[in-house]
């Protein structure tokens, strides 16, 4: 599934490689479109001191709660927003030097149980990054037609057992609806069957696929990256970390599509976690960084 930050002391995905690709300096305008515990956020402040400004934005209460007080001895240098990233160009009136998009989902959603990211820990079936707003996973697994719960869980899982995992599923909940990651993930597992990816448990394409589903994570992301290029300054950058195939390759065609137009493509081929960082942080080992730069 990914994760933003290490399980490990919350450490951010590709810090190093992440700042070095946004060419981060002192001065000027940047935006973390997905600060969640602000990792991320804190090396920007510092390396852009004295001047450098920072927008932080998360749909997340909690984690822009959470951004808030790590980043607090910046002062008025960073200002926080409720939002999702999507937003940035409503929100952000100055043209940025940088935008960092971290598309993975942090350590705090996924080891709180009771957000119900995760299969391995009891809590409800939510998956929501914004818990006030929208559906939850267990409204899609308890309502959903069979045939269109097999369509979500191939289409955003890539699950090759969607139709058997879609049928244990609706047949599991003519007994009961489902209230709580473990029931699901078992009955999941039961479906799946072994995992030909070693060490990929069988529940995983299909928690995924609900994620994606609940928070529309690739609903317009495309659009969404174009709109926030455009909001660049002249030799602004723009950095995106994705954590599965879908997003990534969204993110790919995207920046691609504007290297033809305005932009250079500063990664031809996707910046990987090392073999340190996997092993401090094995939830890193999805990760693919792609930045793209506004010609000036």
Do not use: C
């Not at 990233?85 to 989902?105: C, K, S, Y």
């Amino acid at each position: 599934m990914g994760s933003s930050e290490g399980a490990r002391g919350h450490e951010p995905v590709l810090l190093a490689e992440a700042l070095e690709l946004l060419a981060v300096s002192p001065g000027g305008l940047w935006v973390d479109g997905t600060v969640g515990l602000g990792g991320h956020a804190e090396e920007v402040l510092r390396r852009s001191a004295p001047g450098g400004r920072l927008v932080a934005f998360d749909r997340d209460a909690e984690a822009l709660s959470r951004a808030r007080a790590r980043l607090a001895p910046f002062g008025e240098r960073v200002r926080f927003e409720h939002a999702d990233f999507r937003e940035i160009p409503a929100r952000v009136e100055e043209p940025p030097r940088g935008v960092l998009l971290d598309l993975g989902v942090s350590s705090m959603q996924l080891d709180t149980a009771a957000r119900g990211f995760s299969f391995n820990a009891e809590g409800p079936l939510d998956m929501r990054m914004d818990p006030s707003a929208g559906f939850t996973a267990a409204e899609l697994v308890n309502r959903l037609p069979e045939r269109e719960l097999a369509d979500l869980v191939y289409r955003w899982g890539e699950e090759g057992a969607s139709r058997r995992i879609a049928r244990a599923i609706v047949d599991a909940r003519r007994r009961r609806h489902f209230t709580t990651t473990t029931e699901l993930a078992a009955v999941v597992r039961r479906a799946a069957g072994r995992s030909r990816r070693p060490g990929l448990d069988p529940a995983t394409r299909t928690f995924q696929a609900l994620r994606i589903a609940v928070n529309r994570e690739l609903e317009g992301l495309g659009a969404a990256l174009e709109s926030i290029a455009g909001t660049l300054e002249g030799g602004g950058r723009l950095a995106v970390i994705a954590f599965h195939s879908l997003e990534d390759r969204e993110v790919k065609h995207t920046l691609r599509a504007l290297a033809t137009r305005g932009f250079r493509l500063l990664t031809k081929k996707p910046v990987r976690p090392g073999e340190d960082e996997v092993r401090r942080n094995p939830r890193a080992r999805s990760a693919r960084l792609r930045a793209i730069e506004r010609v000036p």
